[in-house]
């Protein structure tokens, strides 16, 4: 079970948009519409963005969107904040049942 | 609204186990769901563990499964970890989420376990 591969830095200005990537493979990203989102502050637990590829739980922002092709699913913010710089991992469902995250994203807003 | 708390000791000796539970509060662990728990090495990132049903069906990273037991006591609402003959490489913060399908929806603050002697 390798880990899903990620940008490990991205960045962008206030009011702009990024995207961040998340490749996997046919057996999990590209296999199941199961990829997710988390976004994670400095010292705190982790937190659900995105679900089931492109869904947003009860709260969070409609500045954030999720897409998928193929085996590389995306993570989308516009409008950028100072309040989203954070880590941002990804995540899928696997062939085995079981669950593997991406090595993670450091976001900076410049 | 879901709640969960990590519990366990903070400090673990090499060659021993590390034994961690997790407590739900406002939802019925019977009712449904996988329970899974998640490490994170100090500076670096997530690493699922392994998750439970409340039936007790379980399901193990590959890379840990020799190690790892994860069990389920549904009339505490709680569900445990163990994980076997440490070393200073497990050290981590744990975290306990509720889990489907590869979505964990509710964690917990999470505990930072050091192995050293």
């Known amino acids: 079970q390798s880990a899903l591969t990620q940008p490990a830095s991205v960045s962008g200005s206030p009011g702009q948009s990024i995207t961040i990537s998340c490749t996997g493979t046919s057996s999990d990203v590209g296999g199941y519409n199961y990829v997710s989102w988390y976004q994670q502050h400095p010292g705190k637990a982790p937190k659900l963005m995105i679900y089931?590829?492109?869904n947003r739980p009860s709260g969070v922002s409609n500045r954030f969107s999720g897409s998928k092709s193929g085996n590389t699913a995306s993570l989308t913010i516009s409008g950028l904040q100072a309040e989203d710089e954070a880590d941002y991992y990804c995540s899928s469902y696997t062939s085995s049942s079981l669950w593997v995250f991406g090595g993670g994203t450091k976001l900076t807003v410049l | 609204q879901v709640q969960l708390q990590e519990s366990g000791p903070g400090l673990v000796k090499p060659s021993e186990t590390l034994s961690l539970t997790c407590t739900v509060s406002g939802y019925s662990i019977s009712s449904g769901y996988y329970w899974g728990w998640v490490r994170q090495p100090p500076g670096k990132g997530l690493e699922w563990i392994g998750s439970?049903?409340?039936?007790?069906?379980?399901y193990y990273n590959p890379s840990l499964k020799s190690r790892v037991t994860i069990s389920v006591d549904t009339s505490k609402n709680q569900f445990s970890l163990k994980l076997s003959s440490v070393t200073a490489a497990d050290t981590a913060v744990f975290y306990c989420?509720?889990?489907?399908?590869?979505?964990?929806?509710?964690w917990g603050q999470g505990t930072l376990v050091t192995v050293s002697s």
């Open positions: 989420a509720r889990v489907r399908t590869g979505v964990g929806d509710y």
């Open positions: 089931d590829v492109s």
């Open positions: 439970i049903y409340h039936t007790g069906s379980t």
